[in-house]
């Protein structure tokens, strides 16, 4: 019977089907984008940081006593740790050419071990890697020889120049650019006059999650004048603040989409009892109870939103990959990969489903309680007054305002109760005024596709008047 009076009105049917559809396949979408681009974000910060977990280094940047390694190798969670010194230096005598010379243990040394090099990594002696921006800028590529004028420690003179050979060209993942001079960690020492110091310590933990506690307890040991960066999380930290904003764009516009499919298929429906009233007088009136009329409207409900549902998963697919390549423009990201998750796909599948039931509820329980005389009497039938449009517009701004001063803080939150209002109350004023609005200018709209199809404008235009 269900499938009998959904063939009846194929229309609006398919309508609210299409309707129901793209409010799934923009929650598949958007859920599929944005675990992708996170993914993709923490797969970039891999290729920028590596395996290090934690950087220590002087408050003002200046070498350290190279003993501090003994505190951080005594911290259980630390898996390994390794340290280097960087100095300042110039090319060819020239205090425009300024480059930095990064020493390097070798052989312990994760980093270094995983860096994009051309060209040979076995640095010794004046045997060196050089950045790929230093050799850009200068001119140089593998197998040629440079001068390098050093300065000495605790002194203004630069007056040490060192013959180097360039065995290899560092290429960093963008947008981190290196104009740094690599070799051994000895020779740094040695040329700098920084024996028994070091500049920076890298630290990788047992297990990532207990980051930001081995972090702190670095900074209490070592003091102040110490700086323990976790740059893996504080950058991740800035990715969510960044993406929380685009999210919630794109979660507002698929509440939206939802929010559309649960009130047409509440329209459709309500359309469906008026036009059937007397239908559900006479099934009343040969003895069918109130449950059995109201699982008929529910059922036709559900068929619809398990058509559109279904539907809608292909489409979220599809458009994953539009809020991807959004992704990719709005944070500058490389080709994200598509993360198809099945978990995605049943949580489009049963919001849809779920939206369309919420939706159905109401005017199903109306045609239940539909009163026998006046259904098969229709002349008998008593009018509701109606409520004003000018009311109901007035409610739809004031919703719309008041989510939108919740946006932009104009109104302060109450956690937990507001935390999230401003996203469900901006749509829903919306859909209010633009509903009134429809229905006010049902004409003007009908009239320009009545000039294509005049049945389809009359259609459309007494849709509009008589349900919105």
């Known amino acids: 019977m269900a499938f009998r009076n959904l063939r009846r009105r194929r229309s609006r049917n398919t309508l609210t089907i299409i309707a129901i559809m793209l409010g799934v396949s923009l929650l598949i979408g958007i859920s599929i984008a944005s675990s992708s681009g996170m993914a993709e974000f923490s797969k970039y910060l891999s290729r920028i940081w590596g395996e290090t977990d934690l950087i220590i280094r002087y408050g003002n940047r200046m ?8 505190i951080v190798e005594g911290v259980a969670e630390v898996q390994k740790s390794v340290v280097r010194v960087n100095w300042h230096a ?6 425009k050419k300024v480059a930095g010379l990064m020493g390097i243990d070798t052989n312990n040394d994760w980093e270094f071990a995983d860096y994009n090099i051309s060209g040979s990594r076995e640095i010794h002696g004046t045997s060196v890697v050089v950045g790929s921006m230093l050799a850009e800028n200068y001119g140089l590529k593998i197998g040629d020889t440079f001068n390098l004028t050093i300065r000495a420690y605790n ?4 007056n040490r120049t060192y013959h180097y050979s360039i065995i290899g060209i560092y290429y960093p993942t963008p947008p981190v650019s290196s104009v740094d001079v690599f070799t051994t960690l000895a020779e740094v020492q040695d040329a700098s006059g920084l024996s028994g110091m070091i500049s920076t310590i890298l ?3 047992k297990d990532a999650s207990t980051t930001a506690i081995v972090r702190d307890q670095f900074q209490d040991s070592l003091g102040l004048e110490f700086e323990v960066l976790a740059p893996k999380i504080e ?4 990715m969510e603040e960044m993406a929380t904003g685009f999210q919630a764009g794109l979660t507002v516009l698929m509440l939206i989409a939802l929010l559309v499919s649960g009130f047409l298929v509440f329209n459709t429906m309500f359309m469906s009892v008026y036009e059937r009233t007397y239908e559900i007088g006479v099934l009343r009136a040969i003895g069918s109870s109130r449950r059995q009329i109201f699982f008929t409207f529910f059922s036709e409900s559900l068929i619809l939103g398990l058509i559109g549902a ?7 697919l599809t458009l994953s990959s539009l809020f991807t390549f959004l992704f990719e423009k709005a944070f500058g990201l490389s080709k994200i990969t598509i993360l198809v998750t099945v978990d995605a796909c049943i949580g489009g599948f049963i919001g ?15 045609a239940s309680r539909a009163n026998v005389i006046q259904a098969l009497r229709p ?21 719309l305002v008041t989510g939108s001063a919740l946006t932009v803080q104009l109104i302060p939150h109450v956690e937990p109760f507001m935390g999230f209002l401003d996203i469900f109350l901006v749509p829903i004023g919306v859909i209010i005024m633009v509903a009134v609005l429809l229905k006010r200018g049902a004409g003007f709209l009908a009239n320009p596709i009545g000039l294509v199809s005049s049945s389809i404008g009359t259609l459309l235009s007494k849709t509009l008047e008589g349900n919105c």
Do not use: C, H
Not at 63 to 70: A, L, V
Not at 155 to 158: H, N, V
Not at 310 to 316: A, E, F
Not at 379 to 390: F, L, P, W
């Open 63 to 70: 070498p350290f006593d190279e003993r501090n390694i003994t």
């Open 90 to 95: 110039r090319l060819e005598n020239d205090t």
């Open 155 to 158: 002194t203004e003179t630069w």
């Open 203 to 205: 630290a990788k933990l």
């Open 235 to 238: 950058a991740q930290k800035r």
């Open 310 to 316: 279904s539907l809608g998963i292909p489409v979220g």
């Open 352 to 366: 849809g489903t779920v939206t369309t039931m919420i939706g159905a509820v109401y005017p199903a329980v109306s």
């Open 379 to 399: 002349i008998s039938r008593t009018g509701r007054r109606a409520v004003s449009d000018v009311a109901v517009l007035i409610i739809g701004l004031v919703l």
